[in-house]
């Protein structure tokens, strides 16, 4: 099943800034919920969203449970060498996706 | 809708939709059903096979002697040709199918037959959106005939 949608350039000039997009499906269940019966929905969110190029960190997110399902997460960052961009979701009840995409950068 | 409003759903790498869409091209290419057939397997390519198919749905359908929806029709070659048992409605699967199946009449103009058939139906559903119902007592033609467009406050 999808676990998730990113959005890298295929390819961009040095020193340029760039924009990436990421859409993880998650249903986010913020842990206040509750069931027809009254039953509370247990948490299950993702905690941690790491963007690293080349092995290095560029970018983290930490998530609390007020972010809603499927987080769109979009950010910046400047191409600085041709490589791996690697996306990190890590989160409740073990869950854990790692999804790249590669740049070219002249 | 709003030109900024329907960019946005027409952006594919921020509209959550995708996600359905996606899971729907794995159904679409997975086996099911007694038969062990993908959609595929009669289908083909959705891109080409299924164009054009949301844009005509809801369609009479000889057999049911009804209209059917793009649903039911999934549901319908589920249990007829695959022998798998129909997936329920609002279940990840029947949206994810029915999201890709949709996607590729994306851009199409809604080309429902209206014939002999489909004509009692029709009217039907007319009636039903013109006629004053419920505790406001309010027809759907007020708000989406007379008053599109507006907001509600």
Known sequence: MARAIINVP??????????????????????????????LIPRDIIR????????????????????????????ATVATESGTIAFQWAGDNGYAVTETASIRVE | MGRETRSM?????????????LDGEALWNRKAGAADRACAACHGDARTSMKG?????????AAARRP??????????????QKAPPLAFE?????????????????????????????????????????????????????HDDNWGKRLA
């Open chain 1, 10 to 39: 295929a390819q961009a000039k040095r020193g340029e800034i760039i924009e990436i997009k990421t859409l993880a499906a998650h249903p986010m269940e913020t842990g206040f919920r509750r069931t027809q019966l009254g039953e």
């Open chain 1, 48 to 75: 941690r969203f790491v963007c690293t190029y080349n092995g290095a960190e560029v970018f983290r997110v930490d998530l609390h449970p007020a972010v809603a399902a499927n987080p769109l997460i979009a950010f």
């Open chain 2, 9 to 21: 759903q027409d952006d594919d790498a921020t509209n959550p939709g995708m996600l359905w869409v």
């Open chain 2, 53 to 61: 198919v949301a844009a005509r749905h809801p369609a009479f359908d």
């Open chain 2, 68 to 81: 059917v929806n793009l649903e039911q029709r999934i549901n319908l070659c589920r249990s007829e040709r």
């Open chain 2, 91 to 143: 279940s990840r699967e029947l949206l994810a199918l029915t999201a890709y199946v949709a996607r590729q009449s994306r851009g199409l103009p809604i080309n429902i037959a209206i014939d002999a058939r489909s004509k009692p139906f029709l009217d039907a559903g007319s009636e039903a959106f013109h006629r004053r119902q419920g505790q406001l007592n309010l027809a759907c033609s007020q708000c």
